[in-house]
């Protein structure tokens, strides 16, 4: 968490703290952080921040998996939202979801909005134990 936001030779810092995300003053002691969030409650379990653009502060971080943390990130598509793709020869926007390994597509749509939603209904169903 220090090394993301502070490192500036660190391979991360770019993703971090150029954006200007920072560790509350507070869990620059460790016994406060500890104190604040725990014991990790199982193994797997990494530190996630749940606003992305947030920093590490109580109330923005959690104890996440894997799975958690992949769909936690910034949109990396031309389109915005996470998990949706403009497929040229289609001129059409696809849906695509990863889940413990297996990528589920979620169909093509002919507008940005209805892809996200078919994005949206995927996690949920995953995040409550279905398949998507």
């Given at each position: 968490?220090?090394s993301?936001?502070?490192?500036?030779?660190?391979?991360?810092?770019?993703?971090?703290g150029?954006?200007?995300?920072t560790?509350c003053?507070?869990?620059?002691?460790?016994?406060?952080?500890?104190?604040?969030?725990?014991?990790?409650?199982?193994v797997?379990?990494?530190?996630?921040?749940?606003?992305?653009?947030g920093n590490?502060?109580?109330?923005?971080?959690?104890?996440?998996?894997?799975?958690?943390?992949?769909?936690?990130?910034?949109?990396?598509?031309?389109?915005?939202h996470?998990?949706?793709?403009?497929?040229?020869?289609?001129?059409?926007?696809?849906?695509?979801i990863?889940?413990?390994?297996?990528?589920?597509?979620?169909?093509?749509?002919?507008?940005?909005?209805?892809?996200?939603a078919?994005?949206?209904t995927?996690?949920?169903?995953i995040?409550?134990?279905?398949?998507?």
């Open positions: 968490m220090l993301r936001v502070r490192a500036k030779d660190g391979e991360v810092y770019l993703a971090y150029a954006r200007g995300i560790v003053e507070r869990w620059l002691k460790f016994e406060n952080f500890f104190a604040d969030m725990g014991k990790i409650p199982s797997g379990l990494t530190l996630d921040r749940k606003n992305n653009d590490y502060e109580p109330g923005n971080c959690r104890w996440a998996t894997d799975s958690q943390q992949m769909h936690n990130r910034r949109p990396r598509t031309r389109s915005g996470v998990g949706v793709y403009w497929v040229k020869h289609s001129n059409k926007w696809m849906a695509k990863v889940h413990n390994a297996h990528s589920y597509y979620l169909g093509c749509y002919s507008d940005v909005a209805s892809a996200a078919a994005y949206e995927a996690l949920a169903k995040e409550s134990g279905e398949s998507p």
